[in-house]
């Protein structure tokens, strides 16, 4: 189900994936760029993938590892991303590893490992581009 979800965030649509997530999960990112932070709560966490698809940002989940009863389940994956420019251009390629701790079936909170020098040069092209405010 997982993969199907962002899957579907992939082709454009958050609406299955946010499902996942409880009313008042985090999502985090390490790192002074733009994206990082505690993104709480639902409407954070939208904010955050509309973004993501905005920028034009296409990932794949890879490998998914599950450990723990329904209660407490620790889940981890790899997960892969670019962007492309309007001219095919690949401006930004990254990797990551997510944890996430899930209760009953629902993600109550997430955290993001990437190399965040990657994000700061994707955030350094979007600033040359005018695609986003100086910080």
């Not at 989940?61 to 670019?82: I, K, N, S």
Request: charged residues 25%; hydrophobic residues 45%; glycine residues 6%.
């Amino acid at each position: 189900m997982l993969a199907h979800n962002v899957g579907q965030l992939m082709a454009g649509d958050p609406e299955p994936l946010l499902r996942a997530y409880a009313e008042h999960a985090t999502l985090v990112l390490d790192g002074t760029h733009s994206w990082s932070g505690h993104h709480r709560g639902k409407p954070a966490i939208r904010a955050f993938f509309e973004r993501f698809l905005a920028e034009r940002i296409r990932g794949e989940l890879h490998e998914v590892l599950l450990a723990g009863p329904p209660w407490r389940t620790l889940m981890a994956a790899r997960f892969t991303d670019e962007a492309v420019d309007l001219q095919g251009r690949v401006v930004y390629q990254n990797h990551a590893v997510i944890l996430a701790h899930v209760r009953w079936g629902k993600i109550v909170s997430q955290r993001i490992f990437e190399d965040t020098q990657r994000v700061e040069r994707f955030d350094e092209h979007l600033l040359a581009s005018n695609l986003i405010e100086n910080r």
